[in-house]
Antibody, heavy 118, light 113 residues
Framework: EVHLVESGGGLVQPGGSVRLSCAAS????????MSWIRQAPGKGLEWVAH????????RYVDSVKGRFTISRDNAETSLYLQMNSLRAEDTAFYYC???????????WGQGTLVTVSS | DIVMTQSPDSLAVSLGERATIYCRSS????????????LAWYQQKPGQPPKLLIY???TRESGVPDRFSGSGSGTDFTLTISSLQAEDVAVYYC?????????FGQGTRLEIK
């Protein structure tokens, strides 16, 4: 069974940084694209970034380009999101997700909440 | 960027009745080389992450009840619940995964009438 567990969220000041982690198990992590998707409290879903199986391709939504970095460690079966220069509008639940071939999301973690506030 | 628009924003249906949710994309998500529509549907219940229901516009995910079905092609898509059950109360999202940025519709809240 696929299991995705996010961690690293919390309260951070505007302009600050945080690193999210997603521990994956139950599937061949090194053979799966992985993604981060966020959801502001009470709002809709927003794709943030995704990364190819070997880490050679990374793409981002424009609003986080230059501030967020997605990465992975296939040996540790973990996905990461380094978030810098945080803004109030980055406040959201951040979900990691396992991509199906093609780009839909077949498994999601429970999410971790990042709150950007002074 | 492509825009995904769902209708209606909210919907109330009686138990056992049909529920229909629409999703329109501002650009076609049909890839002609493989004749696949890059469109998925998700269900999200309060306090839970989204759950994949349908991908490739009409392929039901394993374990999803067959009362859920997806149809459409190009720019216009439909999610149908043939006989609404109490456990289907949720917010439903469509998603296109053909273009970058990948994006979602605004969501449709489904309630019991």
């Amino acid at each position: 069974e696929v299991h995705l567990v996010e961690s690293g969220g919390g309260l951070v000041q505007p302009g600050g940084s945080v690193r999210l982690s997603c521990a994956a198990s139950g599937f061949m992590f090194s053979s799966s694209w992985m993604s981060w998707i966020r959801q502001a409290p009470g709002k809709g879903l927003e794709w943030v970034a995704h990364i190819k199986e070997d880490g050679s391709v990374k793409r981002y939504v424009d609003s986080v380009k230059g501030r967020f970095t997605i990465s992975r460690d296939n040996a540790e079966t973990s996905l990461y999101l380094q978030m810098n220069s945080l803004r109030a509008e980055d406040t959201a639940f951040y979900y990691c997700a396992k991509d199906k071939p093609g780009g839909s999301y077949e498994s999601w973690g429970q999410g971790t909440l990042v709150t950007v506030s002074s | 960027d492509i825009v995904m628009t769902q209708s209606p924003d909210s919907l109330a249906v009686s138990l056992g009745e049909r529920a229909t949710i629409y999703c329109r994309s501002s650009l076609s998500v049909l890839k002609t080389s493989n004749n696949m529509n890059y469109l998925a549907w998700y269900q999200q219940k309060p306090g839970q992450p989204p759950k994949l229901l349908i991908y490739w516009a009409s392929t039901r995910e394993s374990g999803v009840p067959d009362r859920f079905s997806g149809s459409g092609s190009g720019t216009d898509f439909t999610l149908t619940i043939s006989s609404l059950q109490a456990e289907d109360v949720a917010v439903y999202y469509c998603q296109q995964y053909y273009y970058i940025p990948i994006n979602f519709g605004q969501g449709t809240r489904l309630e019991i009438k």
